[in-house]
């Protein structure tokens, strides 16, 4: 069933139909809104989010109506994973239906407990995320965690992984930014030297935030974006459902709710239709959220291995992908990342904000 899903998206994708008779293979879907740290680069400072959970109800309906055609679901969003009492059982939900599962988390709350319960599910795919390799810039970044106390949790979660020889991915990544970009070779050297770490990720950062004017013009977009046809789709903690993962964050408007309307119905609404049928025509620069999109646009010959290949092995090459193509061992122009505003004077340096006051 699954293979027969990616075939007739494949197929849609190359013909370039508007209305998709399958559904994505990926899914983003935020199981919970509740954070426990500041960070200045992320969406949630300016959509501020409620302290909730996503419904039993609602995951349980995404599960069962996506289930034998989803290949992987990145259970992350604008909240940390880890909060979610239930992500553990979402996790193993998941895993019975045959979908692999990613978090990403900040590690402040990974302690030696958690680590070995997060060790014993079937997560097959985590993400550690740690902007810096020094302490003024990792706290400047992510205000609330402790430089020390988060690297020892990720060290001693990759260590338990090693001991136990779990199959479990881990992705050590840092969001290049003005601040951290001078400290990427000590990071890599750093965290290559840690057992357990599987591979190392320099993400380009792919919010608006720190770069108001980045984004993609009408004559970048040459390609239909593949969000539209293979997925993720995002799925917020309340069950609305947007195109892709940068739509909420650019003040998008939701496609849909996970159980007022099925998700076949969703992922062709009218809206959806209407975004292919600009991609399509080479018009996308002409939709709001697309053309603010810091998202790097693949080649098509790209997003034809994302689809002749399951899910979750797409999801564990695309960082091994990108560090190819950034380091000039493959084409350039396999990937299209969004041009940044053109720079008229000297970065701020890093302030650090007294979190006592």
């Not at 075939?7 to 998709?20: F, T």
């Not at 034998?68 to 994973?81: R, S």
């Not at 975004?275 to 646009?297: N, P, V």
Request: aromatic share 8%; hydrophobic share 40%; glycine share 6%.
């Amino acid at each position: 069933m699954r293979i027969w899903n990616r075939a007739k998206l494949l197929w849609a994708y190359l013909r370039k139909h508007r209305r998709v008779r399958a559904l994505p293979v990926e899914y983003i879907v935020e199981t919970t809104a509740k954070c426990n740290i500041y960070c200045i680069m992320c969406p949630r400072e300016t959509h501020k989010q409620p302290k909730e959970d996503m419904e039993d109800a609602v995951f349980d309906t995404l599960v069962r109506e996506s289930g034998a055609t989803a290949e992987h679901m990145m259970l992350i969003g604008l909240g940390e994973p880890l909060l979610d009492p239930k992500i553990h059982d979402r996790i193993g939900l998941c895993h019975d239906h045959a979908i692999s599962t990613l978090i990403s988390t900040n590690g402040t709350l990974l302690d030696e407990e958690a680590a070995e319960k997060l060790l014993a599910t079937p997560l097959e795919h985590i993400t550690l995320s740690f902007d810096g390799a020094k302490k003024e810039t990792f706290e400047f970044y992510r205000k609330g965690a402790k430089f020390e106390r988060v690297r020892d949790n990720f060290m001693r979660f990759c260590e338990l992984k090693a001991r136990r020889k779990s199959k479990m991915q881990i992705v050590v990544q840092l969001v290049r930014m003005d601040g951290n970009a001078a400290e990427v070779e000590e990071f890599t050297r750093f965290w290559r030297a840690v057992p357990g770490v599987d591979l190392i990720r320099i993400k380009e950062d792919e919010t608006n935030l720190m770069r108001p004017d980045a984004g993609h013009t009408a004559a970048e977009w040459k390609h239909p974006c593949h969000y539209l046809w293979r997925g993720a789709m995002y799925v917020k903690h309340s069950g609305d459902v947007y195109p892709c993962c940068q739509s909420y964050m650019l003040n998008g408007q939701p496609i849909g709710r996970i159980g007022e309307q099925p998700l076949d119905r969703i992922f062709n609404s009218p809206e959806m239709i209407k975004m292919r049928e600009l991609h399509i025509r080479g018009r996308a620069g002409e939709i709001d959220i697309c053309a603010k999109c810091c998202t790097t646009i693949p080649h098509p010959a790209l997003v034809v291995g994302s689809l002749l290949f399951h899910g979750k092995t797409v999801r564990s090459l695309l960082p091994l992908a990108e560090k190819l193509i950034y380091m000039a061992k493959l084409p350039q122009r396999w990937l299209n990342p969004p041009k940044p505003a053109p720079r008229t004077e000297k970065p701020e340096p890093l302030v650090q904000i007294d979190m006592r006051k």
